[in-house]
T-cell receptor, first 109, second 117 residues
Framework: GENVEQHPSTLSVQEGDSAVIKCTYS??????FPWYKQELGKRPQLIID?????GEKKDQRIAVTLNKTAKHFSLHITETQPEDSAVYFC????????FGSGTKLNVKP | GAVVSQHPSRVICKSGTSVKIECRSL??????MFWYRQFPKQSLMLMAT?????????EQGVEKDKFLINHASLTLSTLTVTSAHPEDSSFYIC?????????????FGSGTQLSVL
């Protein structure tokens, strides 16, 4: 089955700095890569996604890049704010969703 | 976005009892729903895929007699933890995908924190 690895497990940045979270996947058949944000005790919320036929997608301060050849994709958050603090999960999907282990992002004011 | 409702949000039970968790899609019909388990500070582990009108598909290592799944309608799936034990204590969360999204756009319920004493 698919194996999704996510790094780093924790990330601390100063407000206004950029944050980058990276994921790799093993199954070349995976064709959809969403990113979820989960605040403590709450449900994961989809923040951005990318399909395998696209290399980059941007939505305001959030962007995702995908390198199909290398089988890795990354989440980029620019101009971070304290409210960006949460756990972020990447996922890869072909028939099922497989999630990364999560990154706890702490944005220090 | 689509709304998935999950109840209860928190349940405390005695060891040996059974607990039922409900997952509802409020504004769309879901032929398939997914049940995940999440340990503290860890990722979402897929337990099973709930299929409306047929048997659920369980992931390897998940006991189907322990975690009973029923998907009797297009808007409701239930997970019953039978004869619960302290090691079953965890955060359980369901998800569903609205139609016309090519089985993408996974929307999650609010989760159920189960504590077995």
């Amino acid at each position: 089955g698919e194996n999704v690895e996510q790094h780093p497990s924790t990330l601390s940045v100063q407000e206004g700095d950029s944050a980058v979270i990276k994921c790799t996947y093993s199954d070349s058949a995976s064709n959809y890569f969403p990113w979820y944000k989960q605040e403590l005790g709450k449900r994961p919320q989809l923040i951005i996604d990318i399909r395998s036929n696209v290399g980059e997608k941007k939505d305001q301060r959030i962007a995702v890049t995908l390198n199909k050849t290398a089988k890795h994709f990354s989440l980029h958050i620019t101009e971070t704010q304290p409210e960006d603090s949460a756990v972020y999960f990447c996922a890869a999907k072909f028939n099922k969703f497989y999630f990364g282990s999560g990154t706890k992002l702490n944005v220090k004011p | 976005g689509a709304v998935v409702s999950q109840h209860p949000s928190r349940v405390i039970c005695k060891s040996g009892t059974s607990v039922k968790i409900e997952c509802r899609s409020l504004d769309f019909q879901a032929t398939t729903m997914f049940w995940y388990r999440q340990f503290p500070k860890q990722s979402l582990m897929l337990m099973a895929t709930s299929n409306e009108g047929s048997k659920a598909t369980y992931e390897q290592g998940v006991e189907k007699d322990k975690f009973l799944i029923n998907h009797a309608s297009l808007t409701l799936s239930t997970l019953t933890v039978t004869s619960a034990h302290p090691e079953d204590s965890s955060f359980y969360i369901c998800s569903a995908t609205p139609p016309l999204t090519t089985n993408e756009k996974l929307f999650f319920g609010s989760g159920t924190q189960l504590s077995v004493l």
